[in-house]
C-alpha cells in the first residue's frame, strides 16, 4: 500500500513539474511574439511630436525636421515671397486649401492667405500629395529658377513636374491635386516650434 502511495505521489510530482515546464514554456515562447505586436522604439520615436529650435533661421532660408518618418519644412519667408502670394490664386488648383490636407489636423489658426500661424513662417510637410515624393527648393525667380520665366518661387517635385508655391500651394494641371499638408504645431516661444501638437500659440 505504502509503495503504491509512492507510485502515485511520483506521478503527481511527475505530472506537476511537467505541467510548470510547459507553461514555463509557453510563456517564454509568447513573451517575444508579444513584444513583436509592440510599437519598436523608433516607431515610438517617430510619432512624438518634436521641437524645433528656429532661432538661427534667417528669411530666404528652409530647414527641415523628422516627424512622423515625414521631412517637415519651415521656411522663413521674406516680405517679398509673402507679397508674391497674393497674385497666384487664379493659377492654383486649391488656393484657400478647402480640400482635406491630409490625415493630421492642421492648427485651427492657420491664416489661408498665408497657410502659417506667423505670416512669415510656412511649415508644411515635404512630400508630394501625388505618390509622396520629396520636391525641392527653388527660391530664386523667373528664368533663372530653370522652371517658369514667371515663376515667384516655391516647390518642385521634379518626379511627376508639380509645382507648388511658396505657401506649399499645388499649381493647376499637376498630378499633385493636393496642396502639401500642414502638420500639427504650435510655438512655444519666439524661436522654437513643437511639431505634432496643436494648441495655443505662444
Known amino acids: 500500500m505504502c509503495s503504491d502511495n509512492k507510485v502515485v505521489f511520483g506521478r503527481r510530482r511527475l505530472v506537476i513539474a511537467t505541467t510548470v515546464a510547459g507553461g514555463v514554456g509557453v510563456i517564454a515562447g509568447a513573451v517575444p511574439f508579444v513584444a513583436s505586436m509592440l510599437p519598436s522604439g523608433r516607431a515610438m520615436a517617430n510619432t512624438a511630436p518634436v521641437e524645433a529650435d528656429i532661432g538661427l533661421l534667417t528669411p530666404g532660408r528652409m530647414m527641415t525636421v523628422e516627424w512622423h518618418g515625414k521631412p517637415v ?18 493659377r492654383l ?36 500629395p501625388h505618390l509622396g515624393c520629396s520636391p525641392i527648393s527653388v527660391f530664386s525667380k523667373g528664368a533663372a529658377s530653370g ?56
Open 93 to 128: 488648383a486649391d488656393p484657400y486649401s478647402k480640400r482635406r490636407q491630409s490625415e493630421f489636423a492642421a492648427p485651427a489658426d492657420i491664416r489661408p492667405e498665408t497657410r502659417s500661424i506667423r505670416p512669415e513662417l510656412l511649415v508644411v510637410i515635404g512630400l508630394c
Open 73 to 90: 519644412w519651415i521656411v522663413y519667408r521674406t516680405r517679398e515671397m509673402l507679397d508674391s502670394l497674393a497674385g497666384l490664386n487664379d
Open 147 to 202: 522652371i517658369d520665366p514667371g515663376w515667384q518661387g516655391g516647390f518642385l517635385c521634379a518626379c511627376h513636374g508639380s509645382t507648388f508655391d511658396l505657401a506649399g500651394r499645388v499649381f493647376k494641371n499637376k498630378l499633385a491635386s493636393d496642396n502639401l499638408p500642414i502638420p500639427p504645431h504650435v510655438y512655444l516661444s519666439d524661436t522654437r516650434i513643437l511639431i505634432g501638437e496643436n494648441g495655443k500659440r505662444a
